[in-house]
């Protein structure tokens, strides 16, 4: 049966960005309304669809896990899950705790806490690429659009260390962008560029270049071939698809070409600026950004098509290229929240939304969620599924939930637990 799909605004993106730009969208032939008997808003929806994670025998015993210094203090429930006894948490963990046993394809791990206490920890149905490893805190997922107020955070920096302002158009920083001048700072901070998107409307960015989902040019991108001096020149040639300023859209082009104003202003790869000013700082020990071959999670290819996992972070870079692990996204958001990556007037300013068309959804590296009283970023990147969810200000203090998940086929769990988070917290 066909689904509602009033999806809460913080997962709006999931299903829009299932691959960076695939040579065949390896999900195009799975059927998400096929996955539940009822409506998805249904909190008592049952998984139909027959097919099953692969289990591992030989994974370790779940008798005696160890999931490492967030688990400590907890109570463990079985099947990797551990819970907070506070009573104050006990309608957050039973949201959790039913999501999470709903269905076999949530292949993740999944945190809710505060600035104090963990509240909610699990890891399910899927182990790491040892084979034995249980997916945990410290698993690194390709965490794809998690990467956006990564690149907010670091153009805030800069700009309290008055290395630019927001209002600066961007060719004072890339002087070979033709139209550079008709573009601030603060648009492609706000996704109000105007600009096409270079992985999502390929051939409108690209022209003729792009030769197709399976050509030469694709391939090319797909093994972080295609240069910085390609990817100028396109943008020259490919114009506006609106006008810059006013009007948001989503648009991957933005955050790629700040990653590139960061690399000209500091001199330095965007991949070590966010390492030493941020990273380290959160300590974020299991982070990096255009990097490949550290991801400890097995992405699930085995949706249809000839679908296979593809590392391009330099393609990538400043958009969807950073690899994380829950814990680390979980340091990051307390700092954020601290003041200690940005002083309180720059974390404000970042986490205020600039009106866009018609209405106002988008602040800066961040979707807003619950009219404003809260901040995400999700999305689906190859297998890869994840969320980051912020609530500032609750009765529990400021409140994270972080979903990483191996595979796209837990995005209705994933957007379960955030509509009914907030429903509990109104």
């Not at 700040?258 to 990273?279: C, H, P, Q, R, W």
Request: charged share 25%.
């Amino acid at each position: 049966m066909k689904h509602k799909k009033n999806m809460s605004l913080i997962l709006l993106t999931a299903m829009l960005f299932t691959t960076a730009c695939g040579n065949k969208d390896p999900y195009a032939e799975y059927a998400y309304d096929d996955l539940y008997e009822t409506d998805s808003s249904n909190d008592n929806a049952v998984i139909t669809d027959d097919t099953t994670p692969k289990e591992n025998t030989d994974a370790v015993s779940d008798s005696d896990p160890d999931f490492g210094p967030l688990s400590q203090g907890l109570s463990y429930e079985g099947d990797y899950i551990w819970v907070n006894d506070k009573p104050e948490y006990s309608e957050l963990i039973e949201i959790l705790r039913s999501e999470c046993k709903k269905t076999k394809f949530n292949q993740g791990v999944y945190i809710l806490a505060n600035d104090n206490e963990i509240i909610f920890l699990a890891g399910l149905n899927s182990v790491e690429t040892d084979g034995i490893t249980q997916v945990n805190p410290y698993t690194t997922y390709e965490t794809g659009a998690l990467a956006l107020p990564i690149t907010a955070v670091a153009i805030y920096q800069l700009e309290e260390q008055e290395k630019l302002k927001l209002t600066d158009t961007i060719d004072k920083y890339l002087p070979e962008y033709e139209f550079g001048k008709q573009i601030t700072i603060n648009n492609l901070l706000y996704m109000q560029s105007g600009v096409y998107d270079y992985l999502r409307s390929p051939k409108d960015f690209w022209g003729d270049a792009y030769d197709g989902i399976n050509g030469e040019f694709t391939t090319r991108m797909y093994n972080d071939e295609v240069t910085d001096e390609e990817f100028m020149q396109a943008l020259n040639d490919s114009g506006f698809k609106h006008e810059p300023g006013g009007m948001v859209n989503y648009c991957t082009t933005d955050y790629h070409l700040l990653a590139m104003i960061i690399e000209n202003i500091t001199g330095e790869s965007y991949a070590d600026y966010v390492k030493k000013n941020i990273f380290d700082v959160c300590g974020m020990e299991n982070s990096s950004a255009v990097s490949k071959g550290d991801i400890t999670s097995v992405p699930d290819v085995n949706m249809g098509g000839d679908a296979k996992y593809l590392e391009m972070p330099n393609t990538l870079r400043g958009a969807w290229d950073t690899h994380s692990c829950a814990a680390d996204i979980l340091a990051f958001d307390r700092a954020l929240m601290s003041n200690r990556l940005l002083s309180g007037e720059s974390k404000d300013k970042m986490l205020t939304s600039q009106k866009g068309y018609a209405i106002e959804i988008y602040a800066g590296g961040l979707f807003l969620a619950d009219n404003g009283k809260g901040f995400a970023t999700s999305g689906g990147i190859q297998s890869y599924l994840n969320l980051d969810c912020f609530l500032p200000d609750t009765g529990y203090g400021n409140l994270y939930f972080i979903d990483l998940e191996s595979t796209l086929r837990a995005y209705y769990v994933s957007e379960n637990i955030s509509r009914r988070l907030l429903e509990a917290l109104k």
